[in-house]
């Protein structure tokens, strides 16, 4: 994978589509939130479910994007 595709793909649990991905072996890594993608023969893996989430975090719910998306609804 490229470094010029890698600046395209964003983190599909980001609700804001804005946190990038950074390479880290055959990982690729949230910048907001610290989940992982596993790359896969070459291909990145963006599916939330395929995603490890950072240690002592139990749900995706608890994931910074999540909980500043449950803000904003709760003000709205």
Do not use: H, W, Y
């Amino acid at each position: 994978m490229d470094d010029a595709f890698l600046a395209q793909l964003r983190c599909p649990i980001d609700p804001q589509r804005d946190a990038t991905l950074t390479r880290d072996e055959q990982l690729l890594v949230c910048s907001r939130c610290r989940v992982t993608f596993p790359v896969k023969q070459g291909l990145p893996v963006l599916v939330p479910t395929e995603a490890e989430l950072p240690a002592g975090t139990r749900e995706v719910s608890q994931l910074p994007c999540q909980r500043a998306m449950n803000r904003r609804k709760n003000r709205n």
